[in-house]
Structures are given as structure tokens and as C-alpha cells.
């Protein structure tokens, strides 16, 4: 069998450049190619542009495709011929970083192609690098606890509308949305009907110059753009009503 | 009113220094002092051991007392005194970090020291740095999603048994399990009971020289001490057991 150089599954964190880990920032450094997972609509990578004061100026730069959109069958071809271009640059052989946003075993595509790569190559080297998520970003910058004592912390997709969401108040005080998108506007209501509008917590890309974070459903703005936006919601869980 | 320096709540991470974030490391070598979590029984602070290489040598370290058996009153009184502590430093007026193990507000020591703080002093300056948490460095090591696409992940305590444990199973197809400590045998005996034995990882400090990550729990040590243990339990979950 070929050599193959090593993947690092590497997290940059949740936009600002100084909040990678010092290993993230060496292993970027060192790599010989980066993969940057772009939007297949614009090209844009911000996991990129945070990377990019710990490059070195000759290393490459692959773009690899993937959309959110994609469902079943067709996302699964996108991670199998994602899989395969990683597999050629690996067997160079040369080593690679795949970066994410946030961290690379937490709602990420990268999970995705290592599946797909290892069902194509068993032994395939693979490192990960863990990064910090949105979500503790968005406490430490609201600076309230996302989890305390013996309480529940969920953490929830809001993409097929607000039944996980549903489901997890009624188990955790705190329960972070992530991905409402379109569902947004239901997600507010079923928290406003529940009493816990005052005490969530809405951010959007909270460690970037242009990101906010607010405390309380009515100060989140009417334009407010979904994407990159979580909720964290507190005081909820098993106890509440309750004596 | 007699300006105070900032109070940095900091995230040292897991355990490998080179977890840190870059911010984190910044911060450390800048502050007049630093504050550490030691634990009252032995004085020992690993927080400071991770923190350590990003120290200058002439900063003043002063550990504070916590103990996890502190309850109810013994346990406010604990963090009034620190806070009064805390504000001593910071109305020299000298800049201060607080360490944390993982992330600051993520089961942490860290946000009953910010409410006592706030207490006595509302107007504090603070500032909050996130960390990468002992999970995510966990599912890092083992290679395996914390959560995937529309999933959920439930982060439960099992300080008070195995109640939590069971109800976030239902819930969440991804469960992380901390603080089991000596209900730690009740734990598994559900987990196998569940089903989920083979599909669950455990993990101590895996990010230091001394820790591990295995999976199944036919693989832990029997011997393991499980401070600073924790689960990742996969394959749980709404839809087990439905076609």
C-alpha cells in the first residue's frame, strides 16, 4: 500500500482568529495542504479566513463542496468524491488539515468525510484537533453559565422546526439551538409561550467583529439573518412549574 | 469608587497545554495575577499545571478553596469569601485571570465566583475566555461525532445518579456523562441494560500523558477512578426501537 500522509480533523473555533488552540495554529503551520469546506453557492470560507494569519504563504489551499441542503443519496455522492480528492492529496503522500468552524466532531461535515473516507481506506491516518464551539462562545461573551451543578445542558438542531426543541425543554434548564434557519420565527413563539423569552440568550457569530449577542427574544433585530445564529436558552428543564 | 482591574474568567482546557486557545495564552502571560481552583483536600491544581508554560515568572498565584462536597450554605459562604478575595486583588487595582479546567461556563467553579461576585460588586469588570471542553477533547481521541446533522446531545451530570442519565437516553441520541463518580457502577449497569454498553466511550484526561479513551464498557479498567472520568454514550435516543 502507498504511504499516505496524515488528515487533521482541525476545529478554528468560532471566528475570532486568536480563539484556535495553540495546537490548531501549529498544525496549520505545518500541513502541506488545507481543505476548506466553501458554501457550493459563493465560494466563501470563513473557517478560511480564520485560519489564515497561521498559514504559511506556499502552502495550497483545495476547495471541497459540500451544501446544506443536500439530502440523502445526492450528499452522500458529495462526501464519497470529497473523500476521494482527500484521498489523492494524502497519498501524495503529503499531510492535510480539513478545517471546521467551531469543532470538528460537533455538527460538522467533517464527521461526514471521515466516514466516507474510511469506507473507502480503513487505515487512513487521521488526527483531530478539537475546537471551541459557538456556543461556548456565546456564553462566555453573554457571560451567563451554560451549565451548572447537576443540571442538563441539551444542545439541538432546529432545522426540521421546533420539536427537538420541544422535547428538550421539558428535560434540560439550558438548551442551546443551533441551525433554526427558516424555523426561526417558531422556535421564538414556542419560547415566548413557555415564559422563556426574557431569559434566552440570541447570538449571532458573537467573537466576530461584525457578531452580537443579546439577552431576551425582544431585543433580537427584525433583520436578524439566521445563519450563524443560536439560541441559549435558561431556566427551562425538569424542575420548572414544579414546587 | 476605587477602580478595579479586570477579572479574566479563563479557560485552560482539558488538560494538554497546547489545548489552550491563543487568547487564553495571551492573557495568561499578561495578568498581574493569577487565581487557581485548588482543591481543598490536597491543594493541588491542575488548571495551573496546564496553565504553567504561559506564565511569566514574577506573577503572584493565589489559589482559592473549593470543595465539591460543599453544600447549600457551607458552599455559599465559600464563594462569598473568595469573591471577597478576588475583589481585594482586583482593587489594588491589578488585572486577574480565574483558571478553569475545560471552559468557564461549562460545569465550572468559575460561574458561582462570577454570582458572588456580582453580588458584592456589581459593577466588576470581567471578561470570559472560552475553553475546549473535557467531551469535546474526548470525542477528538476517539474519532466519533459528539452529534451529527439533526441529532441531540445531552450533557448530564451523574452526581446524583443515574435519573438524569435515563431520562436524557430517551431524548438524545448522543449523551456525555460527567461528574458520575461513585454512581459510576449504576451508570454502566443502565447502560447495559440499554443496550448501549458497546457503543459507549469512556475517557479519562485523555488529552494529558496519564489518560485514555476506550471503547466499550467491557474495556474500562476495573481499578479506573472516575475523577475527571466521563462517557460519551452513542446510539441512544427518540427513535431506538422504532422502525
Chains 1, 2 share one sequence.
Do not use: W
Not at 447570538?203 to 439560541?231: H, K, W
Request: with cysteine.
Amino acid at each position: 500500500m502507498k504511504p499516505l500522509g496524515t488528515l487533521y480533523g482541525l476545529g478554528v473555533g468560532p471566528g475570532d482568529p486568536e480563539l484556535l488552540t495553540l495546537k490548531a495554529a501549529r498544525i496549520l503551520g505545518e500541513v502541506d495542504v488545507v481543505f476548506t469546506s466553501a458554501q457550493a453557492s459563493t465560494g466563501k470560507s470563513l473557517a478560511l479566513e480564520v485560519a489564515r494569519p497561521h498559514l504559511r504563504k506556499s502552502q495550497e489551499i483545495v476547495p471541497v463542496f459540500f451544501s446544506h441542503t443536500f439530502e440523502g443519496a445526492a450528499s452522500r455522492e458529495a462526501h464519497r468524491a470529497n473523500a476521494v480528492r482527500v484521498l489523492e492529496v494524502l497519498s501524495r503522500p503529503a499531510s492535510a488539515a480539513f478545517l471546521t468552524l467551531g469543532d470538528p466532531m460537533t455538527y460538522s461535515t467533517f464527521t461526514y468525510l471521515l466516514a466516507a473516507l474510511r469506507a473507502q481506506e480503513p487505515g487512513v491516518p487521521v488526527a483531530v484537533v478539537p475546537g471551541i464551539t459557538s456556543f461556548a462562545a456565546a456564553a462566555a461573551a453573554a457571560q451567563i453559565p451554560l451549565t451548572e451543578g447537576n443540571e442538563t445542558l441539551a444542545v439541538v438542531s432546529g432545522a426540521r422546526g421546533p420539536e427537538r426543541v420541544e422535547s428538550a425543554l421539558g428535560l434540560a434548564e439550558n438548551v442551546v439551538i443551533l441551525k433554526s434557519y427558516r424555523h426561526a420565527e417558531e422556535i421564538c413563539q414556542l419560547l415566548d409561550a413557555r415564559g422563556l423569552a426574557d431569559s434566552t440568550i440570541y447570538s449571532i457569530a458573537c467573537s466576530r467583529p461584525e457578531g452580537f449577542t443579546v439577552q431576551g427574544l425582544d431585543a433580537v433585530p427584525r433583520d436578524a439573518n439566521p445563519y450563524m445564529s443560536l439560541f441559549v436558552v435558561k431556566g427551562a428543564g425538569p424542575t420548572v412549574g414544579t414546587p
